[in-house]
């Protein structure tokens, strides 16, 4: 009976987790690199849709990657992802709000998806003129978020996220970093609030459903003790 009390019990594997791994810091620190490098695979994919556009020009000695984006485009937005993907479950408890819409990475892959189709269209269709192309990527961006979201807190996130990137952006092309073709409003391209705002959303979800993983663990080590 001794030796049945002094086994130590293995925790469960869970997810995508190593199970060994079970304290919240490292969950943590797991998140966010996986976060980091889907939001860099997005931004160099993304970014090589807008350079076949001619939708932005970077100067020649700063094109050093392979899809022809300025070197420090792609870890910009990796850490913004991660951020990002983190902040929104945190929200989500701070708030009292446990996201339940629509938690399967079969939804979460298809917001990838949306939000991919949002920015080809951005890059690829002919508009008449700008303001009809942001009022067609302001009404899939909402949309995308009444399909994959359809939470207070994440729309509030989703705002201030594509306010303080379009602040950012214009800040950059104003310093001469780096510059959008025909910009039509204060340096910068219109309809980018739309795109970031999609992309806040695209990103929340994604960190959610992560973050459902290192609910489980907890769960189960709670449920062991």
């Known amino acids: 009976m001794a030796e049945d009390d002094a086994t130590p019990t293995l925790p469960k594997k869970c997810g995508p987790y190593i199970s060994s791994v ?32 001619n ?17 420090w485009v792609p870890p910009c937005c990796g850490t913004a992802s991660a951020v990002i993907g983190l902040l929104y479950p945190c929200m989500d408890r701070h708030l009292g709000e446990p996201h339940k819409f629509k938690r399967e990475w079969s939804s979460v892959m298809r917001c990838v998806a949306v ?18 192309l942001s009022l067609t990527l302001a009404a899939l961006s909402i949309g995308l978020w009444w399909t994959f979201d359809r939470s207070r807190s ?64 907890i769960a189960e080590k709670s449920h062991e003790d």
């Open 115 to 132: 939000f991919v189709g949002i920015n080809h269209a951005s890059a690829k269709v002919d508009f008449a003129n700008n303001i009809q």
């Open 22 to 53: 079970t304290s919240r810091g490292m969950n943590l620190v797991i998140r966010g690199i996986v976060l980091f490098f889907i939001g860099v695979f997005l931004a160099l994919v993304l970014n090589l849709l807008q350079i076949q556009r």
């Open 55 to 71: 939708v932005t020009l970077f100067p020649p000695d700063v094109i050093t990657s392979i899809f022809s984006s300025a070197w």
């Open 154 to 217: 994440g729309f509030g996130l989703g705002v201030g996220i594509a306010f303080l990137a379009t602040l950012v952006s214009q800040l950059l092309v104003y310093n001469g970093v780096y510059q959008y073709t025909s910009p039509d409003f204060l340096y910068v391209r219109s309809w980018l609030p739309c795109i970031f705002f999609a992309g806040g959303i695209t990103m929340g979800n994604i960190g959610r459903q992560l973050a459902m993983y290192e609910c489980k663990v």
